[in-house]
């Protein structure tokens, strides 16, 4: 899946914009900041395909690439913004919760956290909101180079303790460093089955 092309499609601003729900799609959702771009970037081998979601302008874009003609990939950018206007927020969260709540061809939301900081109550919204839709989320631990192994199983547990409250979360993280590459090869295989058939 990810030798094939990987094309930017375009940043939707509305729910109009969505292209049409005809084949599988898998969503990046996550803090700005969380490593979503690198991630993005080491997933499908091309640097630079990913902005950085802080870039100005792409922050309220819902933005989707597609794997060949197989599936579509949306990277939702950076939740916790604290410097936009507040109408600006209000309607980026209104498009985000009509996109996560409505989306018939969402297979799963990969729900990035920071190795170093775990579950922030941020995130335990985003995640509260894909269990109420019913849209399965599994969490994908970035950096983890960042950080040593004793801190990292910390964050796991605490991560996994967490993921307990939630019903629409799957209960097994994958863990990343786009830095060193570690998990981003196991992160595709999921994505690969999950945009079969
Ligand atoms: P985004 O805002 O979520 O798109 O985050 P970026 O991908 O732009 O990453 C934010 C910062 O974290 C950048 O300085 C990256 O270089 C750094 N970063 C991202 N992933 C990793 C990683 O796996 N390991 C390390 N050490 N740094 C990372």
């Known amino acids: 899946l990810f030798a094939g092309p990987v094309d930017f499609i375009k940043g939707v601003v509305a729910m109009e914009g969505l292209p049409d729900p005809d084949r599988p799609e898998i969503c990046f959702a996550g803090r700005s900041n969380v490593g979503k771009s690198s991630l993005i970037n080491a997933l499908t081998g091309r640097k630079g395909i990913a902005r950085a979601s802080n870039t100005p302008g792409r922050t309220q874009e819902l933005n989707f ?13 950076g939740y916790g913004f604290a410097k936009a206007p507040v109408a600006v927020v209000a309607k ?12 018939p061809n969402l297979r799963r939301v990969f ?10 109550p941020v995130d335990h ?34 991560i996994e303790a967490e993921l307990q409250k939630h019903p629409a979360a799957f209960p097994e993280l994958i863990v990343t460093s786009s830095e060193k590459g570690h998990g981003i090869e196991a992160l595709r295989a999921v994505i690969d089955a999950l945009t079969r058939g």
């Open 65 to 77: 690439f597609a794997l060949g003609d197989r599936a579509y990939l949306v990277d939702l950018p």
């Open 92 to 103: 980026w969260q209104a498009l985000q919760k009509r996109y996560l709540a409505g989306r």
């Open 111 to 120: 729900a990035l956290i920071d190795a170093r900081h775990g579950i922030k």
């Open 125 to 158: 919204e985003t995640m509260t909101l894909l269990d109420r839709s019913a849209v399965p989320f599994q969490v994908v631990v970035t950096k983890a180079d960042k950080i040593g192994a004793g801190a990292l199983a910390q964050t796991l547990a605490q």
